[in-house]
Each structure stands twice: as structure tokens, then as C-alpha cells.
T-cell receptor
Framework: GQQVMQIPQYQHVQEGEDFTTYCNSSTTLSNIQWYKQRPGGHPVFLIQLVKSGEVKKQKRLTFQFGEAKKNSSLHITATQTTDVGTYFCAGQRLKAAGNKLTFGGGTRVLVKP | DTEVTQTPKHLVMGMTNKKSLKCEQHMGHRAMYWYKQKAKKPPELMFVYSYEKLSINESVPSRFSPECPNSSLLNLHLHALQPEDSALYLC???????????????FGEGSRLTVL
């Protein structure tokens, strides 16, 4: 079955620094979504990438979809304490039954002030 | 705040109890989902309803029984659960496209279930 892997599992970042989390799929994806879940909260949609090589920015967050549509990355610049949480990617496989999304294991981000 | 409302927020039940989790959305979404999330793990898909019909059952044990009475409501009936079923149960909805992408998932705040 489809597998979506994220690295790193944990990310300790000094406030003000940049970091990147990576998402890799074992199969070609039709699209990939990113979600953020604050501690004690629920996942909140951040973005969806559909096109090969697509890059989208949201303020300090930059999302990329690989040329082969099998990997994606999230880069955060000038990390703030509000960035604390777990970032999940979720991939949807081409012609997957029921358009099922498969979540990666998540990257848990801790920010040191 | 979320536009998907889940009740109850917390539930403690014994292994012989019967209880239900409820989910409601009024965004006109025609796909609704139940996910199970254990601590420090990603959400794990359980069921998908599309246009009020069950379209995906991820081999979930029969002690979990979903129901979609109408396009706005989704229930999860619980019976004879085990302690390992303790988790956060998340409901989500999305605009359903018959062909192509699912679109973003709108999650509720979840029902935290403890089975004693």
C-alpha cells in the first residue's frame, strides 16, 4: 500500500532560525496537502499542492512539490513560538480508491525562545 | 474555531457500554470522515461517507458502527470497546469531487475517548 514518510520526526529550533521538514511518498501522488496540529488541538489545513514542481508561499512558510510528484517540503523561516506544533503532510494517490488521503507520521516542532 | 462540531468533547466508557459520537457540519460538504488518532501519531482513516453512502471502511472492527443520517450529520456508534480503542476521534468533512482531488479536510476538535 501507499506509504508517506516524513523527516525529521522531531525538530528543535531556536526562535528566529529556519528549518525544513520533508515528506516522501512511495508512489506518485496526484496532490499533497499540509496540515498543522497544535498541542491539544486538531489538524488545520495549510495548503494543497497539485502541479509538478509547484511552489507556494504563505508568509514565512514555503511549500514545494517535487518534479516527480513523490516528495514535498515545508520550509519555515524566522521561526516563532507560534510555529510550535506537529506538521503533517497527506498525499493522495493517482486514481486511489475513494480519493483517500494518506498522512505522513508528522514532524513535531519545538521552539526554543 | 472550527465549522465541524463534535460532541461530546470527552467520553469515558466501560467495555460493556454503548455510546455514540456525533459530528455536524453546515458547510454543504458531501464527504464526511472518521479518523482515529493516538498520541504522537498521525490521524488514521476509519470511514468515509460520500453523498451519505459509506464509500470506505478501512477494515475497522465491527464494534465501531458509523451512520450518516443526512448530509450534515455523522455518527459513530461504539459498543463493547477495548482499552486500546482509547484515542482522539476526529470527524472531518470536505467538498466531494466525483473525479479528482478530495480537497481540504475540515476537522472538528475531536472527541477524546477513554475506555476503562
Amino acid at each position: 500500500g501507499q506509504q508517506v514518510m516524513q523527516i525529521p520526526q522531531y525538530q528543535h529550533v531556536q526562535e528566529g532560525e529556519d528549518f525544513t521538514t520533508y515528506c516522501n511518498s512511495s508512489t506518485t501522488l496526484s496532490n499533497i496537502q499540509w496540515y498543522k496540529q497544535r498541542p491539544g488541538g486538531h489538524p488545520v489545513f495549510l495548503i494543497q499542492l497539485v502541479k509538478s514542481g509547484e511552489v507556494k508561499k504563505q508568509k514565512r512558510l514555503t511549500f514545494q512539490f517535487g518534479e516527480a510528484k513523490k516528495n514535498s517540503s515545508l520550509h519555515i523561516t524566522a521561526t516563532q513560538t507560534t510555529d510550535v506544533g506537529t506538521y503533517f503532510c497527506a498525499g493522495q494517490r493517482l486514481k486511489a480508491a475513494g480519493n483517500k488521503l494518506t498522512f505522513g507520521g508528522g514532524t513535531r516542532v519545538l521552539v526554543k525562545p | 474555531d472550527t465549522e465541524v462540531t463534535q460532541t461530546p468533547k470527552h467520553l469515558v466508557m466501560g467495555m460493556t457500554n454503548k455510546k455514540s459520537l456525533k459530528c455536524e457540519q453546515h458547510m454543504g460538504h458531501r464527504a464526511m470522515y472518521w479518523y482515529k488518532q493516538k498520541a504522537k501519531k498521525p490521524p488514521e482513516l476509519m470511514f468515509v461517507y460520500s453523498y451519505e453512502k459509506l464509500s470506505i471502511n478501512e477494515s475497522v472492527p465491527s464494534r465501531f458502527s458509523p451512520e450518516c443520517p443526512n448530509s450534515s450529520l455523522l455518527n459513530l456508534h461504539l459498543h463493547a470497546l477495548q482499552p486500546e480503542d482509547s484515542a482522539l476521534y476526529l470527524c472531518a468533512s470536505s467538498l466531494r469531487r466525483l473525479a479528482g482531488h478530495t480537497g481540504e479536510l475540515f476537522f472538528g476538535e475531536g472527541s477524546r475517548l477513554t475506555v476503562l
